[in-house]
């Protein structure tokens, strides 16, 4: 009484529509992933590559900013560590993945 008789259907007719209803099935999950891709994804690889390329270049007598909000020049380069001058006989040694930004030619000059 309380119970409804379960039928069964009939079986879909064969061909492409099964394939075309798949594709729309995953199309916006793939549609979310290219706009992440886009928006996320390459703008945070482009800025790494960025940042290596600065540090790379990283060489005696550059200005640059550490993480923390330091300002200084650089006096010595290593591979893992950077020496900088933050006030006249007073050097500091910060890792290298720490230097955020290089300022141009006499910024701590003006300051």
Request: aromatic residues 8%; positive net charge.
């Amino acid at each position: 009484m309380f119970i409804s008789n379960a039928y069964a259907q009939a079986a879909p007719a064969a061909g492409n529509a099964g394939l075309m209803s798949n594709l729309s099935t995953f199309l916006p999950l793939i549609l979310m992933f290219v706009v992440v891709y886009f928006l996320m994804i390459r703008p945070q690889q482009k800025r790494a590559k960025e940042q290596r390329t600065m540090m790379d270049a990283l060489s005696k007598g550059d200005e640059v900013v550490t993480a923390g909000g330091i300002l200084g020049k650089v006096s010595k380069v290593n591979d893992t560590y950077v020496t900088i001058e933050v006030a006249p006989n007073t050097e500091i040694v910060v890792q290298k993945f720490s230097i955020t930004t290089m300022l141009p030619k006499g910024t701590l000059k003006s300051l």
